[in-house]
């Protein structure tokens, strides 16, 4: 017997074609974080070479300061490269279910509980990714110095510079 067994009906198909195309929004989200993550790593491994270099040329001011910020650094890049797996696995849990749903409905198999599994553990695999992403921008921010000018650092130019018209 063959697998489509009867001619595939028209409608049939453009339903299966519909509900295929509902989780593929999904996979365009995936995508666009994808490409997010991939910037961030290529910012992590841009800062690190640039450590190394200095520390192995000996410019560094500080080299514990150096050290721990490669330490953190490699912390991110490992978060960054979860969040890569977990995006990647979700987008091929959402293909097979575009696929499931497609088939489901144009052929006899019963993809029920295919569709189930795969749109449900997508889904929760793309929250992951996000909060992987979260915790390493949380990361990311807190090597951030955010310096103050002290109180008693004069200001650029006197106080008269500062009454005068700007041209």
Same mark, same amino acid.
Not at 109 to 113: A, H, I, P
Not at 123 to 130: G, N, Q, R
């Given at each position: 017997?063959?697998?489509?067994?009867p001619?595939?009906?028209a409608?049939? =198909?453009?339903?299966g074609?519909? /509900?295929?195309l509902?989780?593929v929004? +999904?996979l #365009?989200?995936?995508?666009? *974080? $994808? @490409?997010?993550v991939?910037?961030?790593?290529?910012?992590?491994?841009d800062?690190?070479?640039?450590?190394?270099?200095?520390?192995?040329?000996?410019?560094?001011?500080?080299?514990?300061?150096?050290?721990?910020?490669l330490?953190? =650094?490699?912390?991110?890049?490992? /978060?960054?490269?979860l969040c890569?797996? +977990?995006? #990647?696995?979700c987008a091929? *849990? $959402? @293909?097979?279910?575009?696929?499931?749903?497609?088939?489901?409905?144009?052929?006899a198999?019963?993809?029920?509980?295919l569709?189930?599994?795969?749109?449900?553990?997508g889904?929760?695999?793309?929250?992951?990714?996000?909060l992987?992403?979260?915790?390493?921008?949380l990361l990311?921010?807190?090597?951030?110095?955010?310096? #103050?000018?002290?109180?008693?650092?004069?200001?650029?130019?006197?106080?008269?510079?500062?009454?005068?018209?700007?041209?």
């Open positions: 017997m063959p697998l489509l067994g001619p595939v009906d409608d049939a =198909l453009t339903h074609i519909q /509900l295929a509902a989780p929004f +999904l #365009t989200g995936v995508a666009g *974080l $994808i @490409g997010a991939s910037t961030r790593l290529a910012r992590i491994i800062r690190g070479r640039v450590l190394e270099d200095r520390i192995e040329a000996r410019t560094v001011r500080d080299i514990d300061a150096s050290y721990r910020e330490a953190r =650094l490699k912390v991110r890049g490992r /978060l960054v490269n890569m797996l +977990l995006l #990647t696995l091929a *849990l $959402i @293909g097979l279910t575009v696929m499931a749903l497609f088939l489901g409905e144009t052929t198999l019963d993809t029920v509980r569709v189930s599994f795969s749109f449900v553990g889904v929760v695999l793309f929250i992951l990714s996000l992987g992403f979260f915790a390493e921008t990311a921010s807190q090597t951030l110095r955010f310096r #103050t000018r002290p109180a008693t650092a004069p200001l650029a130019g006197d106080a008269s510079d500062r009454d005068q018209p700007l041209d």
